[in-house]
């Protein structure tokens, strides 16, 4: 009995600490990714100042070819980091305390209905046609 009460509550913990993404509008989260399309692509597989972000959502970090990453972005992605949902949210909403020294010139994504917005586009950038 002891051990369900600790799992339940692990689980209700992870439930909470988990970011509620991926139900957000993916039309609305066309025009956040507006501040982003100076430096990325979404539809297709070409680095602009940014490297592309096609199928970004599970992608190990400083991983596109052809990409000269940041010293930092490579020591942040070297034990084999993924951007997965968790990751990029924590990202995007403030570049500079994720990940130190990195070279995105970006204050971050402030609003988490944004943020849902936009990790739903990111997903699947056809959705907002």
Wanted: charged share 30%.
């Amino acid at each position: 009995m002891r051990f369900g009460a600790i799992a339940a509550v692990t689980v209700g913990f992870a439930v909470l600490a988990a970011p509620a993404l991926a139900e957000g509008d993916a039309k609305k989260g066309a025009k956040v990714f507006r501040k982003c399309k100076a430096c990325h692509v979404v539809d297709e597989e070409k680095n602009k100042v940014g490297p592309h972000l096609v199928a970004i959502i599970d992608r190990p970090v400083a991983s596109v070819d052809g990409f000269k990453y940041s010293k930092a972005m490579v020591e942040f992605g070297s034990d084999g980091k993924v951007w997965d949902v968790e990751t990029l949210t924590l990202y995007l909403k403030k570049p500079k305390d994720l990940v130190k020294g990195t070279n995105m010139a970006f204050a971050g994504v402030r609003k988490d209905a944004d943020m849902e917005n936009l990790i739903t586009y990111l997903q699947d950038p056809s959705a907002a046609e």
